[in-house]
């Protein structure tokens, strides 16, 4: 199979006395897309942060692309960092620019093109996200499905290796939930990205995962394809899948 594209070996974190990683063991391969479940601030986003540099681990290592990003200097992590494309959960486009500008960002930051250029390619990654005619507008003409493709137009502006997904589907509607889903799957095909998503709505989970983890008390407890995840007799995993009060999952 090759090099894994990322790898979480014994990955430790905690704020304060709040232990929130406590040994994240995770193998991502290439073109893979792996979607991370678990409760609300079980450390989901931790790993996120981790996994692009934004945060260090105590104990462990993060790789990625072959690099251990702790022993990265700056300008080697920023360019490992474009490898890197992130739909945030609220989309977290600037009000104050047009669409296209949202798309082009970075493009303007760390290239040299010009507006002309950037809007052209802006313009053809809105197309690819099923938006037309839309360059123009400001993100407050936008619906919020409409946003979280503008932020997916952008995620893919400097054509990434790996595609960050945080909560994708928070926020909207089962249909457009699952429009955006569509999306997701589309850019892994055509794109041939790796992809990592974190979420808790295990119907965006199964739909665009090749395998899912589930993150708990800061370890993984396990690694399988959607269907063995759903059907785990794991009882945390199996807990948290069928969305039950009763198991080893507290409710407080």
Known sequence: MGEPMIQLIDVTKSFNNNHVLRGVHLTIERGETMVIIGGSGTGKSV????????????????????????????????????????????AALFDSLMVWENVGFALRQQTHMSDDEIKRIATEKLVMVGLRGVEDQMPADLSGGMK???????????????????????????????????????????????????????????????????????????????????????PIVHQFVTGSSVGPIKTV
């Open 47 to 90: 790993i996120l942060k981790h996994i692009i540099g934004l945060m260090k681990p105590e104990r462990g290592k993060v790789i990625v692309a072959g690099k251990d990003l702790s022993t990265l200097k700056e300008r080697a992590l920023d360019d490992l960092r474009k490898k890197f494309g992130m739909l945030f959960q609220g």
């Open 148 to 234: 979280k493709r503008v932020g997916l137009a952008r995620a893919i502006a400097m054509e990434p290796e790996i595609l960050l997904y945080d909560e994708p589907t928070t926020g909207l509607d089962p249909i457009m939930a699952d429009a955006i889903n569509e999306l997701i799957v589309e850019m892994k095909r055509r794109l041939q990205v790796t992809g990592v998503a974190i979420t808790h709505d295990m119907t965006s989970a199964y739909k665009i995962a090749d395998r899912i983890a589930m993150l708990y008390e800061g370890k993984i407890q396990a690694v399988g394809t959607p269907d063995e995840i759903k059907n785990s007799s794991n």
